[in-house]
């Protein structure tokens, strides 16, 4: 009888060569891939700062647009409260549809229509927000034909009873980002509440708890990052918005802290800036974005390093 | 030759021995004759058009462990999980006959399902402690079924992962999170998690079939501990871990029950020759 032969050490060296091959072309692709995206990235980072950093001075923060020397303060507070009233309706209404779509809707077709059309509206260009908005808050309804006249005409007599301006306000173009944050965070909160696994909901269930019990106590715990990096990115992204707030928010040169008053924004100013003859002003644009670029990056940065304490605290 | 086919293995036997010593399996049964945990009547379980068990009657002898055998698929996990009606969340899933613990009907309407599975802990397969710390993890059921104060919530988190031989082990890191322990630990952890609200019956599904040896140990001995105050449940593929912890023994095949008895009887001298073939290894 004779032992199977180990395979000496040369035998590992008679690969075909194709598969190495293809294994060392895929590599050097996606290596390549990588690194022509990384220095776009930083080449635009890179151009903004550049261009932005010389007018970064401190009467940027504490002027406004008419002083001298030019400033944005009444800007910066005007995306951080378009940004507030966005997230105040958009983040409840976003997380309990996610959390309906995930825990509670029937399945089928009706469920199924849903979510395409909420992964639609996440598509959807986003001046169709503002347009929206501008139709049933900002213009006066002039007839009141067809179900926009009538939502036009109800959407301003509510407004009315609840003290909000008929026309360009803070109000609007919160509304209109506020649209466009629901369907993204209802996908995102959908899609982490699904990945919690069924053995937690069972161990949940199998204790006694209620099916609330089990959605609050310890599906949304375990989904709980994913759903706020969620959350962020749509903050991030309406605070980046531009076009929908010039039928909303419209724009202000004076300091607005009262939403009822037409309101501006760092990327509305950029736009109207960026189009000056003026190489001061178009130098002031370019601040902004530096500026807006990095309240997105601190705001992210803390709510990271908030929420990763949280987690070390309760486990 | 069937007591050879069923413990061959020496340290297997040897455990066998030591762990059945302090339960004498006959007298227990004897004394608690008629004293029924669970009566399952006429059970029958659909899943969808599919029926997964067929006429099932049987019954549980209170404060004794009972061993649910069989071969894969035979709808063991299946009835167990009629005892806490966790085939509830079972889309599909129909139940009829009845299934009475101590007495009441839990398939009857106006059955405070809550409070049925508060009273009739389980432990699954997989251990599956939520990713909190080991503190949340046994004070959750406490939490939901109204226990408040934290003295008393960390009371009874240490008389539970004391009773589930825990204690030692984790007492200096309570709050570490439960995902941090073996998975050995992490199975004591949900026995503790199950006995906190004090249940009157615990269902265990196969509950050392991710663990090694050791920590199989561990479990059974608990098993035998937590029996002299609770009725216990449990599915097994280890005929060997059936002989050692469980006093009564039913053996399932296709959805029928074929036979339940002692398990003394079961694995020496049962009635069909379906279990013999079965406790013997000659199928399954
Ligand atoms: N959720 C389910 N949906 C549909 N059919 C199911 C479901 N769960 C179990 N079944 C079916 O019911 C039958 C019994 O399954 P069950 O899980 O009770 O078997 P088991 O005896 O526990 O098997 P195992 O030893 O492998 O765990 C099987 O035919 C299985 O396919
Ligand atoms: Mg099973």
Redesign the interface.
Same mark, same amino acid.
Not at chain 1, 200 to 205: I, K, L, N, V
Not at chain 2, 114 to 118: A, D, G, H, Q
Not at chain 2, 128 to 133: A, D, I, Q
């Given at each position: 009888m004779t032992l199977p032969t180990t395979p000496t050490p040369e035998g590992y060296h008679h690969h075909e060569w194709w598969p190495r091959l293809v294994s060392f072309v895929a590599k050097i692709l996606c290596s390549a891939a990588a690194a022509v995206a990384l220095v776009m990235l930083f080449l635009i980072l890179g151009y903004m700062v550049w261009k932005g950093i010389s007018g970064l001075h401190w009467s940027f923060f504490t002027h406004l647009p008419l002083q001298e020397p030019m400033g944005m303060r009444n800007c910066i507070v005007g995306t951080l409260l378009l940004a507030g009233i966005a997230s105040l309706i958009g983040v409840p209404i976003g997380m309990l549809c996610g959390i309906y779509l995930a825990e509670y809707a029937p399945r089928g077709w009706s469920t199924q229509g849903i979510r395409l059309t909420l992964d639609v509206l996440a598509g959807t260009p986003t001046i169709l927000f503002g347009v929206v908005v501008y139709q049933i808050m900002v213009v006066r309804p002039q007839n009141f034909n067809g179900w926009v006249g009538h939502l036009s005409l109800w959407s301003h007599r509510v407004q009315s009873w609840m003290g909000i301006t008929n026309g360009y306000s803070g109000w609007a173009g919160g509304l209109a980002l506020a649209l466009i944050m629901v369907p993204i965070i209802a996908r995102t909160t959908e899609e982490m509440l699904r990945m919690v696994?069924l053995?937690?909901?069972?161990?949940? &269930?199998? *204790?006694? &708890?209620?099916k609330a019990?089990t959605l609050w106590?310890?599906v949304i715990?375990?989904a709980k990052a994913g759903i706020i990096t969620g959350i962020m990115l749509a903050i991030a992204r309406v605070a980046g918005e531009t076009a929908p707030l010039f039928f909303t928010a419209f724009g202000n040169d004076a300091m607005v802290y009262n939403p009822n008053r037409q309101t501006p924004s760092l990327t509305e100013q950029i736009y109207n800036y960026s189009q000056s003859d003026d190489p001061h002003w178009r130098a002031q644009a370019w601040t902004a974005s530096l500026v807006l670029v990095s309240m997105v990056l601190v705001f992210s940065a803390a709510v990271r390093i908030a929420t990763r304490k949280r987690r070390i605290r309760?486990? | 030759m069937i007591l050879a086919d069923t413990s061959t293995n020496a340290p297997q036997q040897k455990a066998h021995a030591t762990a059945t010593q302090g339960t004498p399996v006959a007298v227990t049964t004897a004394e608690t004759t008629g004293r029924q945990a669970v009566e399952v009547r006429n059970l029958e379980v659909f899943y969808g058009q599919h029926k997964a068990v067929h006429n099932v009657s049987l019954s549980v002898k209170h404060q004794e462990v009972t061993a649910f055998i069989g071969p894969s698929g035979c709808g063991k996990s299946t009835i167990l999980r009629c005892f806490?009606r966790?085939n509830d *969340?079972v889309r599909h899933c129909r139940v009829q006959g009845s299934v009475k613990i101590h007495g009441a009907d839990i398939y009857a309407r106006g059955t405070d399902v809550?409070? *049925?599975? @508060?009273r009739t802990?389980?432990v !699954?397969q @997989?251990p599956?402690? !939520?990713? @909190?710390?080991i503190h949340?993890n046994v004070a959750?059921?406490l939490?939901?079924?109204g226990v408040r104060g934290k003295a008393v919530i960390a009371e009874k988190v240490e008389k539970s992962l004391r009773l589930a031989g825990l204690w030692e082990e984790v007492k200096d890191r309570l709050? &570490?999170?439960a995902l941090s322990l073996s998975g050995g630990q992490q199975q004591r952890l949900?026995i503790a998690? &199950?006995i906190a609200?004090d249940p009157d019956v615990l269902l265990m599904d196969e509950p050392c079939s991710a663990l090694d040896p050791i920590a199989t140990k561990t479990i059974e001995s608990l098993i035998n501990e937590l029996s002299k105050s609770i009725t216990i449940v449990i599915v097994t593929h280890n005929m060997h871990q059936a002989v050692r912890v469980a006093h009564q023994t039913a053996f399932f095949y296709m959805g029928n029950l074929v036979e339940a008895g002692p398990t003394d009887k079961m694995f020496h001298n049962p009635e069909q020759h379906q279990t013999l073939a079965y406790v013997t290894g000659q199928f399954g």
């Open positions: 696994p053995a937690h909901r069972e161990a949940s &269930a199998g *204790l006694g &708890a209620s019990e106590r310890v715990p375990s309760t486990r | 806490n966790m *969340l809550m409070e *049925l599975r @508060k802990g389980m !699954f @997989k599956n402690p !939520f990713p @909190k710390s949340e959750y059921p939490r939901i079924h709050h &570490a999170s949900c998690r &199950a609200v």
